[in-house]
């Protein structure tokens, strides 16, 4: 049984411009994809749903999209994402400080807001958000030379990690 099986389209520079579900397609579900570039071929956006490359390139039966806004150095000053093929559900313009480190996420009127992602002295990120509460923080352990750092978050007492890689190194708070 064939679980996954794609074709890819290419632009003269290079860049994947579509991708083609074709299990998907078989089965009449809109999963094949679409990618914008800037002029520095940096991603800005993809759409997912069902895919003509006949007569000009086209996508029906769009249910999922996100863009990229990008600065000079690539952070992502806006992110929006739909998750219907109705509108944006979330529209972030977010900040960085000089050292590329996200200082604050805005969003549209009504939109969930995403808490701010914390980091230490030496630039590791020590908590980021909980993909599952996006307005929660996950707390993150660096694993750098020294091992694994304890994070003390405001007013609580120190965490101490006991994950053996960074993979189990996420622990979501109260
Ligand atoms: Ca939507």
């Known amino acids: 049984m064939v679980l996954d099986r794609y074709q890819y389209g290419y632009d003269a520079a290079g860049n994947r411009v579509w991708?083609?579900?074709?299990?998907?397609r078989d089965a009449?579900?809109?999963?094949d994809e679409l990618?914008?570039?800037?002029?520095l071929a940096r991603l800005v956006a993809a759409r997912r749903g069902l895919l003509s490359t006949s007569p000009s390139l086209s996508?029906?039966?769009?249910?999922?999209?996100?863009?990229?806004?990008?600065d000079a150095l690539?952070?992502?000053?806006?992110?929006?994402?739909d998750?219907?093929?109705?509108?944006?559900?979330?529209?972030?313009?977010?900040?960085?400080?000089?050292?590329?480190e996200i200082t604050g996420i805005d969003q549209g009127q009504g939109q969930p807001a995403w808490i701010t992602p914390q980091y230490d002295a030496a630039g590791n990120m020590i908590s980021e958000v909980d993909p599952v509460f996006w307005t929660?923080?996950?707390?993150?352990?660096?694993?750098?030379?020294?091992?694994?750092?304890?994070?003390?978050?405001?007013?609580?007492?120190?965490?101490?990690?006991?994950c053996p890689d960074r993979a189990a190194c996420f622990t979501r708070p109260n």
Do not use: C, H, I
């Open 19 to 24: 991708k083609m579900n074709m299990v998907a």
């Open 83 to 100: 998750a219907g093929g109705n509108g944006w559900d979330l529209e972030q313009q977010r900040t960085v400080n000089p050292a590329n």
């Open 28 to 31: 009449q579900r809109p999963l």
């Open 35 to 39: 990618y914008e570039y800037d002029d």
């Open 136 to 162: 929660k923080n996950f707390l993150v352990f660096a694993n750098g030379s020294e091992g694994l750092s304890p994070w003390v978050p405001p007013g609580g007492p120190k965490v101490t990690p006991v």
């Open 74 to 81: 690539g952070n992502f000053s806006e992110f929006d994402e």
């Open 59 to 70: 996508l029906a039966s769009v249910g999922f999209e996100q863009a990229w806004g990008l």
